[in-house]
C-alpha cells in the first residue's frame, strides 16, 4: 500500500502559478502510476493531469500547455506545476495512484490523498 499527501495549494491571483506536491510514503512510488484530479464547488471530480511509471503523461485539455505533471521517484513525489491560471482552476485537488493505471479515470485509481485547496482570484 501507499499513502498520499498533497501540499502546496493556496492563494494566487489570476495568472500566477503554483506547484503542488504529492508526496508518498509505503512502497516505492515509482511502483505507481499516479493521477492528479481536481473538484470544485457542486461539480463532480475531474481529471487534470497523469504520469505512468515509466513518465508518459496525459493531460486535459483544459490545463494542456499550462500544467506540467512530473516525478522524482527519488524523492518519492509527484509534481504539478501549474502557470497561467485563472478562476475555473479553483478546486480541491487530489493526486491518486494505482499500480496499473495512469489514466484520466478516478475510479481506476485505489490510493488517494485528503486534497489540497487551489484558490484563483480574479
Known amino acids: 500500500q501507499v499513502q498520499l499527501a498533497e501540499s502546496g495549494g493556496g492563494l494566487v491571483q489570476t495568472g500566477g502559478s503554483l506547484s503542488l506536491s504529492c508526496a508518498a510514503s509505503g512502497r516505492p512510488f515509482s511502483m505507481y502510476g499516479v493521477g492528479w484530479f481536481r473538484q470544485a464547488p457542486g461539480k463532480e471530480r475531474e481529471f487534470v493531469a497523469a504520469i505512468s511509471r515509466g513518465t508518459v503523461t496525459h493531460y486535459a485539455n483544459s490545463v494542456k500547455g499550462r500544467f506540467t505533471i512530473s516525478r522524482d521517484n527519488a524523492k518519492n513525489a509527484v509534481f504539478l506545476q501549474m502557470n497561467s491560471l485563472n478562476p475555473e482552476d479553483t478546486a480541491v485537488y487530489y493526486c491518486?495512484?494505482?499500480?496499473?493505471?495512469?489514466?484520466?479515470?478516478?475510479?481506476?485509481?485505489?490510493?488517494w490523498g485528503l486534497g489540497t485547496q487551489v484558490t484563483v482570484s480574479s
Open positions: 491518486a495512484a494505482d499500480s496499473y493505471y495512469s489514466g484520466p479515470s478516478a475510479r481506476e485509481y485505489d490510493y
